[in-house]
Every structure is written in C-alpha cells, then in structure tokens.
C-alpha cells in the first residue's frame, strides 16, 4: 500500500508480473533482486515431470526375514525408483510425498545452485512435487545401503504431517506388502 499498490498483489510486485504491469522490480539493499532472481524453488506441475519422481515399494517374499541393525526381525521392503532401481537415501534420507495413493520421493535440496552443465538448480521441497498441492502424506524416508526401508519420519515444514498423515502413510505401506511388525 505504501507503493502505491493498494490491491493484494505483493507477488505480482515482488515477480516479474509486476515488471510487465509497469512495476519497477524491488532491488533492496537487504535482499538484492539478484538473491531473488537466483534463489527459487521448483514447483512441478507436470505430470510427465512429476512421475519422474515416482517410486514404488517392492516387499520381500514370505519367509526370507532378515535382521536390521537393531537386531529386530522383519520382512524388508524394498524402495524402487521408476526405472526399478533401489534408492540409496542415506542417513539423511529422502523427502516424500503420498498423492493418489501413489508414493513419490527425492532428495530434498536447500540451496540453489548452478550444476555441471551451467543451469541453474532449484531448491527442492515437499512442496516441489505438486506445486504446493494437497498431499495425503508428507515427510522423510530413509533406506539402507541396498535400498529397503528403515524408517520413515512425519518432517515437512510445508505440510507440517500430523498423526492422520503418518496413518495415512503406514496404510499405504501396509498395502504395498511392508510388514510394520
């Protein structure tokens, strides 16, 4: 309002909408517009670029049980990407999303930066996945060395995952085959 725009179009202005409206985009000192310009998240919108990011959970047969590090014994499921090879997450762990109940994970990048063939990578979140959509599930998966979960975590600071949502998850995954003894 204090720049003459009374109406609710703070991003128009903070954008490059602004700009074509006749706008002059903001250069502040504390933010320079080259911060801004640079440092994006993605938001896929897609759907040929959201499948990407699908992954599919492979349970082990019945009766191959093994031992996980903490000496509990289970049936492992195994984490697939697309292309049917096992997500290494690390101890770090992958973020996730479970839309249409279908489950979808990356890894989660907080800072822009410029890749290896000089474009510009965007910073990823929870929130990349479906433009900032609904989703039924959001948080942190984490898979050992050879790709079979161990752990999942109901961490999203876009969705902020409650207990309906981890239920939501266990379901899914109860439905995929993983024993959640």
């Known amino acids: 309002e204090k720049l003459g725009h009374p109406t609710n179009m703070f991003f128009d202005w903070l954008d490059v909408k602004g700009e074509a409206a006749g706008w002059e985009q903001p250069n502040l000192p504390e ?54 090879k096992s997500v290494k997450t690390g101890p770090s762990g992958w973020i996730f999303v479970l839309r249409d109940h279908e489950l979808y994970g990356a890894e989660k990048c907080t800072k822009s930066k410029i890749d290896g ?34 752990r999942i975590y109901p961490h999203s600071g876009h969705y902020r995952p409650s207990e309906p949502h981890m239920q939501r998850m266990l379901y899914y995954l109860y439905n995929c085959g993983v024993d959640l003894n």
């Open 31 to 84: 933010c320079p517009r080259e911060i801004l310009d640079n440092d994006r998240v993605l938001y896929i919108t897609d759907q040929d670029e959201q499948e990407k990011f699908l992954l599919k959970i492979v349970p082990q047969q019945k009766g191959s049980a093994t031992t996980s590090e903490e000496g509990l014994k289970g049936t492992p499921s195994q984490i697939v990407d697309k292309d049917g």
């Open 117 to 150: 063939k000089g474009g510009r990578k965007l910073r990823f979140h929870h929130s990349s996945f479906f433009g900032g959509k609904a989703v039924a599930a959001a948080g942190i998966l984490i898979t050992d060395d050879d790709g079979y979960l161990t």
